[in-house]
């Protein structure tokens, strides 16, 4: 797996139609051709955010790794992690384009917007922001008797899932995100939440960085507790072995979680949460 591969798992790194048979003429709804019937997505996980809000069969072209759900592997890929095939995209005839705010370059989306295309920004932020994205998409696409249910399901889990685990304990993390060169997370609101929902305290927290590069030496001084990596290859954990004198190493507590699941701004980040919390509790010594 790449480098670039991993990154854009991290992040980490929102959107049915109404009829109404007799509209007033104070408050007329938009006929469906109004809404956008060809969308294009240029991120994993904006093309989730898309079949969550009920708009999936409209889509015409993703992201490379939008592989969630199976539908979506059937797509056209319209662009990578680097870049956006401006001439593909543009063959296609999309009504609407969907991107990440963090993650696309501004110079491909601005060269999308020259051509007419509308474009339409997912701007990813902490765990309450994906009922908000799915709502304004369902409402963007007309298709809010699905993406609105779907959003209040989200956030009920969400409650649930911070009253399930409220009492965890509290234990020092450290976080790898990538193992050549090492790599954690530190203010990124998206798996700082996970983290504390869980009682998890980032050690790498007061970076200046939001995604530092480090050395074991910083991980030695902060004796973490538990350490936990965000892949699905256990040999990036197997470093670890060789520190006996991190607590975390010498409990056993080292663990890894999906990252197509924990790090992607989408709904199935609710079980990536009940995975890390069990993880906590698992590690309690």
């Given at each position: 797996m790449s480098f670039t591969t991993h990154i854009i798992t991290l992040f980490i790194?929102?959107?049915?139609?109404?009829?109404?048979s007799s509209p007033t003429p104070a408050l007329p709804l938009p006929v469906q051709e109004k809404y956008p019937q060809r969308i294009i997505s240029l991120s994993p996980h904006t093309t989730e955010l898309v079949f969550a809000a009920g708009a999936?069969?409209?889509?015409?072209?993703?992201?490379?790794?939008s592989d969630y759900p199976e539908e979506a592997k059937t797509l056209p890929i319209v662009a990578s992690s680097q870049q956006v095939n401006i001439e593909t995209i543009l063959a296609l005839n999309p009504d609407l384009i969907i991107y990440w705010q963090q993650g696309n370059s501004a110079a491909d989306i601005n060269q999308l917007k020259k051509f007419g295309i509308p474009v339409y920004a997912s701007k990813t932020g902490g765990l309450d922001d994906v009922a908000t994205q799915i709502k304004k998409l369902g409402e963007i696409f007309g298709t809010q008797a699905v993406a609105n249910p779907v959003s209040d399901r989200y956030r009920k889990?969400?409650?649930q899932l911070r009253e399930n685990y409220k009492n965890n304990p509290k234990q020092d993390l450290f976080y790898q995100v990538w193992a050549t060169p090492l790599m954690t997370v530190?203010?990124?609101?998206?798996?700082?939440?996970?983290?504390?929902?869980?009682g998890f305290n980032n050690v790498f927290?007061?970076?200046?960085?939001?995604?530092?590069v480090i050395n074991v030496e910083q991980v030695l001084v902060k004796q973490p507790a538990v350490i936990i990596a965000g892949t699905v290859n256990d040999?990036?954990?197997?470093?670890?072995?060789?520190?006996?004198?991190?607590?975390?190493?010498?409990?056993?507590?080292?663990?890894?979680?999906n990252p197509d699941v924990s790090h992607r701004?989408?709904?199935r980040v609710l079980t990536g949460i009940k995975t890390l919390c069990d993880i906590a509790l698992k590690a309690e010594r």
């Open positions: 790194i929102a959107f049915s139609v109404q009829v109404q999936g069969d409209r889509l015409i072209g993703v992201s490379a790794y889990a969400l409650d530190a203010s990124d609101p998206w798996l700082q939440e996970q983290f504390a929902l869980c927290s007061d970076s200046p960085v939001p995604y530092p040999r990036e954990l197997q470093q670890w072995q060789t520190w006996q004198s991190i607590p975390a190493v010498q409990n056993g507590n080292i663990f890894s979680i701004f989408s709904p």
